[in-house]
């Protein structure tokens, strides 16, 4: 079963514009991970936020963390062409022993308009 | 350094037939999982493998199954092939503990008719 869920599904923006993609799970969780897969591709590590942890950035990218609402929130500033791709949130559960693998959400597509 | 790297990177099989997917990950890394991703599920783990031993595994059917070798390598079999089968396998390599990311390869898309 999925434990992360984006919101939304997908995101249409112009070139420029900040795009802001949001996270919800369903246990408790070690850490949360977010990853970009383009079209037909592998999946690319983006950012990780451990569950101690309200907030982190890398370059362009700025990523929350709240697990009192059990969500995170992926946000891209200045966005480029070149970010058009599927985004997922992935968690880690707690406890778990990383029985299940890292956990995937359903990904929002982004479409950035040059 | 190379990345993880998926062979074949497309196949056509028949129902009923059986097939093997070959992951080789990034030098150093002793830790290798596999996605089943399809449009309707989204990503689903299959399992993991660490230093040649299966350490998690997924929900799926015994049809289902791996083998991590010495040189990390990892193969995954599916046998009687079923239509629902059909979908993008994805490997991953990672260093193995909790906070390694995982490297993921092209992935091989497998059709089954």
């Known amino acids: 079963s999925q434990q992360g869920e984006e919101d939304p599904q997908a995101l249409s923006i112009q070139e420029g514009e900040n795009a802001t993609m949001n996270c919800s799970y369903k246990t408790s969780i070690n850490n949360l991970q977010w990853y970009r897969q383009n079209s037909g591709r592998g999946l690319v590590h983006l950012i990780l936020i451990r569950s101690n942890e309200r907030e982190k950035h890398s370059g362009r990218l700025r990523v929350t963390l709240d697990t009192s609402k059990k969500s995170s929130s992926l946000l891209i500033t200045a966005s480029r062409a070149a970010d058009t791709a599927s985004y997922f949130c992935a968690t880690d559960a707690f406890g778990r022993g990383g029985a299940d693998g890292l956990t995937f959400g359903k990904g929002t597509h982004l479409i950035i308009q040059p | 350094k190379a990345g993880v790297t998926q062979t074949p990177r497309y196949l056509i099989k028949t129902r009923g037939q059986q097939v093997t997917l070959s992951c080789s990950p990034i030098?150093?890394?002793?830790?290798v999982s596999w996605y089943q991703q399809t449009p309707g599920q989204g990503l689903q783990f299959l399992f993991e493998?660490?230093?040649?031993?299966?350490?998690n595994k997924g929900n799926f059917p015994g049809r289902f199954s791996g083998r991590q070798f010495s040189n990390s390598r990892s193969e995954m079999n599916v046998s009687t092939l079923e239509l629902g089968d059909s979908a993008l396998y994805l490997c991953?390599?990672?260093?193995?503990?909790?906070?390694?990311?995982?490297?993921f390869g092209n992935g091989t898309r497998l059709t089954v008719t």
């Open positions: 991953a390599s990672s260093l193995g503990s909790r906070d390694s990311p995982l490297h």
């Open positions: 493998y660490f230093s040649e031993t299966q350490r």
């Open positions: 030098s150093g890394h002793r830790s």
